[in-house]
T-cell receptor
């Protein structure tokens, strides 16, 4: 039972390069999320998708784009990477937007931008 | 906006009880959640409080007082494996898909 799978696990980019982080879930969840976590800090929501075909901005969307490719997959794209985007990126999913539904997280992508 | 405050670090000994507090200021509140994260790992869900009072799940309990904008996570019979970071999180009342996390409390359990 894989849950939420993120690829790649590690990546080093140069400033200005582009990159797509992939996320897939096999729990038939409707809602999916992208977060970033900086050292010693909590998770900050970048974008979310409440259901297939919809995406919305979270707390820190600047510099990112997302695509909800189908119900299973939700990708995050950095068009022109900047050192400030060095972070650990987590994808998560939940059954739907109901208040008592927990989020299930992937193992993260550790991204360094030089 | 949303603001959650937690202590940055707590240390306790194996077998003891520890309480991790979370105070929040939100424009709209709909429940307080707790997540655990081991170093280098993914956050995992621990508990959720929608209403005031205590929720118990094994060695872990979570408490919420909406009138005080305050909650806590209580860990009993501490084990070495409980060494991790613990995050409180709130959902935006107007948009259940928007979560806001505290900066986390690092729990160190010593023998």
């Amino acid at each position: 039972n894989a849950g939420v799978t993120q690829t790649p696990k590690f990546q080093v980019l140069k400033t200005g390069q582009s990159m797509t982080l992939q996320c897939a879930q096999d729990m038939n969840h409707n809602s999916m999320y992208w977060y970033r976590q900086d050292p010693g800090m909590g998770l900050r929501l970048i974008y979310y998708s409440a259901s297939e075909g919809t995406t919305d901005k979270g707390e820190v969307p600047n510099g990112y784009n997302v695509s909800r490719l189908n119900k299973r997959e939700f990708s995050l794209r950095l068009e022109s990477a900047a050192p400030s985007q060095t972070s650990v990126y987590f994808c998560a999913s939940s059954e739907n937007g109901n208040s008592n539904q927990p989020q299930h997280f992937g193992d993260g992508t550790r991204l360094s931008i030089l | 906006g949303q603001s959650l405050e937690q202590p940055s670090e707590v240390t306790a000994v194996e077998g003891a009880i520890v309480q991790i507090n979370c105070t929040y200021q939100t424009s709209g509140f709909y429940g307080l959640s707790w997540y655990q994260q081991h170093d280098g790992g993914a956050p995992t869900f621990l508990s959720y409080n929608a209403l005031d009072g205590l929720e118990e799940t094994g060695r872990f309990s979570s408490f919420l007082s909406r009138s005080d904008s305050y909650g806590y996570l209580l860990l009993q019979e501490l084990q070495m494996k409980d060494s991790a970071s613990y995050f409180c999180a709130v959902r935006d009342r107007n948009n259940f898909n928007k979560f806001y996390f505290g900066s986390g409390t690092k729990l160190n359990v010593k023998p």
